[in-house]
């Protein structure tokens, strides 16, 4: 997508480039009531059930480091697949698979996402997702959404002009995964978004880089003060010594909130360097699955794009037992948890912000690390037990059967995957580094 290009880039694009900007709009729809099911929607679900979408359409990730993958209508396209009903995975069907309670059950506490860009039909999409799947209102009145810049104050006013406001489109489907599944991890959670400038969501050089992880630092800071429970980044940014030691590092580091990241949508990293800030010892770094559905029963096996790896500036994962930071020689080794991710087997996401395109999504197909993240952030503050976390310690100590181990699958082929630590890419009874500690099973383990 348009978003991974660089500011300067963009700028300088003619009125041909800016046209062809415009296939992020919709794929169009079948005419009639939004409201039914029609055998494509019948067709899309069963193929995400079984894990075969991908054979007949494509994906496009959000923005330059942005971990979201939108399903596309046709492979090599990036016109998102656009329908009147959801396809993707709900938040009914998530719910069975991790065996989560009833949704008024569990602590009500409250989970902060950061993401970039202003997004001023949050309170209304996040809603129309949530009456979707019969969890309760969150409105601004009520008290249970908030929506603020990273300092906490009023949110970012929205874009008018290009190429921002085509940037903003882009990245308000990472925001309204992240708003979506938070929702179904946890439906009586309170929400704050925490809107970082859209420049955030931009490549460039070193120093607008750590500019952007400074800010993401600061969003953190401002989430404790807030009393956030949980905190989720789906963003991933490349790592060096500056910011894993630096101010902006240890702006991550809040004992009593889980501070959770996705691990990345690129697989298996390499045993030296892997990307910020899922790489820190004291963030939750969330890896992804491909779910399998099959009548009632659901399997998560490995995604092929789930990040893993190890970062050898750091020390261990605060918690992680030498069995696991062995695998990178006593160094952080990531995952540490990991949910639902493969686009193959997405989620479905309501979006329908749209001040370049003017043709709003609506119900899209998103799956990256983006999507398992917040998911797992919602958990934390629904088990209502933060005040024990730093890090991912209380994974390593939790109940037996809290996780369901995922035996199946590999995130990178044999010749690439050290042989002498399989475990940082193929699955492995116990810990491996694409799904860390396995996927919830249930609430026992928040």
Same mark, same amino acid.
């Given at each position: 997508?348009?978003?991974?290009?660089?500011?300067?880039?963009?700028?300088?694009?003619?009125?041909?480039?800016?046209?062809?900007?415009?296939?992020?709009?919709?794929?169009?729809?079948?005419?009639?009531?939004?409201?039914?099911?029609?055998?494509?929607?019948?067709?899309?679900?069963?193929?995400?059930?079984?894990?075969?979408?991908?054979?007949?359409?494509?994906?496009?990730?959000?923005?330059?480091?942005?971990?979201?993958?939108?399903?596309?209508?046709?492979?090599?396209?990036?016109?998102?697949?656009?329908?009147?009903?959801?396809?993707?995975?709900?938040?009914?069907?998530?719910?069975?698979?991790?065996?989560?309670?009833?949704?008024?059950?569990?602590?009500?506490?409250?989970?902060?996402?950061?993401?970039?860009?202003?997004?001023?039909?949050?309170?209304?999409?996040?809603?129309?997702?949530?009456?979707?799947?019969?969890?309760?209102?969150?409105?601004?009145?009520?008290?249970?959404?908030?929506?603020?810049?990273?300092?906490?104050?009023?949110?970012?006013?929205?874009?008018?002009?290009?190429?921002?406001?085509?940037?903003?489109?882009?990245?308000?489907?990472?925001?309204?995964?992240?708003?979506?599944?938070?929702?179904?991890?946890?439906?009586?959670?309170?929400?704050?978004?925490?809107?970082?400038?859209?420049?955030?969501?931009?490549?460039?050089?070193?120093?607008?880089?750590?500019?952007?992880?400074?800010?993401?630092?600061?969003?953190?800071?401002?989430?404790?003060?807030?009393?956030?429970?949980?905190?989720?980044?789906?963003?991933?940014?490349?790592?060096?010594?500056?910011?894993?030691?630096?101010?902006?590092?240890?702006?991550?580091?809040?004992?009593?909130?889980?501070?959770?990241?996705?691990?990345?949508?690129?697989?298996?990293?390499?045993?030296?360097?892997?990307?910020?800030?899922?790489?820190?010892?004291?963030?939750?770094?969330?890896?992804?699955?491909?779910?399998?559905?099959?009548?009632?029963?659901?399997? =998560?096996?490995?995604?092929?794009?789930?990040?893993?790896?190890?970062?050898?500036?750091?020390?261990?994962?605060?918690?992680?037992?030498?069995?696991?930071?062995?695998?990178?020689?006593?160094?952080?080794?990531?995952?540490?948890?990991?949910?639902?991710? =493969?686009?193959?087997?997405?989620?479905?996401?309501?979006?329908?912000?749209?001040?370049?395109?003017?043709?709003?999504?609506?119900?899209?197909?998103?799956?990256?690390?983006?999507?398992?993240?917040?998911?797992?952030?919602?958990?934390?503050?629904?088990?209502?037990?933060?005040?024990?976390?730093?890090?991912?310690?209380?994974?390593?100590?939790?109940?037996?059967?809290?996780?369901?181990?995922?035996?199946?699958?590999?995130?990178?082929?044999?010749?690439?995957?050290?042989?002498?630590?399989?475990?940082?890419?193929?699955?492995?009874?116990?810990?491996?580094?694409?799904?860390?500690?396995?996927?919830?099973?249930?609430?026992?383990?928040?």
């Amino acid at each position: 997508m348009s978003g991974s290009f660089t500011r300067s880039a963009l700028l300088g694009v003619g009125a041909a480039v800016v046209a062809a900007l415009t296939a992020f709009a919709p794929a169009a729809t079948a005419a009639g009531n939004p409201h039914v099911v029609t055998p494509q929607v019948q067709s899309l679900r069963a193929q995400v059930h079984n894990g075969t979408l991908l054979k007949s359409h494509g994906t496009t990730k959000a923005c330059a480091f942005c971990q979201a993958q939108v399903v596309t209508a046709a492979p090599g396209s990036k016109t998102p697949l656009s329908t009147t009903v959801p396809a993707g995975y709900g938040a009914d069907d998530l719910a069975a698979a991790y065996h989560l309670p009833a949704a008024a059950a569990g602590a009500t506490g409250t989970i902060a996402i950061i993401d970039a860009g202003a997004y001023p039909n949050l309170e209304a999409d996040v809603n129309a997702y949530r009456a979707q799947y019969g969890l309760p209102a969150c409105t601004v009145a009520s008290g249970c959404l908030k929506t603020a810049d990273m300092h906490g104050g009023p949110a970012l006013p929205p874009a008018t002009t290009f190429p921002d406001n085509l940037y903003e489109e882009e990245v308000a489907v990472e925001t309204a995964l992240d708003v979506d599944m938070a929702s179904a991890a946890c439906p009586s959670c309170k929400l704050v978004e925490l809107q970082l400038p859209i420049e955030d969501a931009l490549n460039g050089d070193k120093a607008h880089l750590d500019a952007a992880m400074a800010d993401f630092g600061t969003a953190v800071n401002t989430a404790g003060a807030l009393g956030a429970s949980a905190v989720s980044m789906s963003y991933q940014y490349p790592s060096d010594t500056d910011v894993e030691f630096g101010q902006a590092g240890r702006d991550l580091f809040h004992p009593g909130m889980a501070v959770l990241a996705s691990s990345g949508d690129g697989g298996y990293e390499g045993n030296v360097h892997t990307g910020w800030p899922q790489n820190l010892p004291w963030v939750v770094s969330v890896g992804g699955t491909s779910l399998l559905q099959n009548g009632d029963s659901f399997t =998560d096996i490995v995604w092929g794009g789930a990040g893993s790896g190890c970062e050898t500036d750091l020390p261990a994962a605060i918690g992680a037992p030498p069995s696991v930071s062995a695998n990178c020689g006593g160094h952080r080794a990531s995952s540490d948890v990991a949910a639902v991710a =493969d686009p193959n087997t997405g989620v479905a996401v309501y979006e329908t912000y749209a001040p370049f395109t003017g043709q709003p999504l609506n119900w899209i197909v998103v799956g990256g690390t983006s999507a398992s993240s917040p998911f797992v952030a919602g958990l934390y503050a629904r088990g209502g037990h933060t005040s024990q976390v730093m890090g991912p310690n209380t994974l390593y100590t939790a109940p037996a059967g809290a996780f369901t181990d995922v035996t199946l699958g590999q995130n990178a082929p044999a010749h690439v995957c050290p042989t002498a630590t399989p475990a940082l890419c193929v699955a492995q009874k116990g810990w491996d580094a694409p799904t860390g500690v396995g996927v919830p099973n249930g609430l026992a383990g928040f």
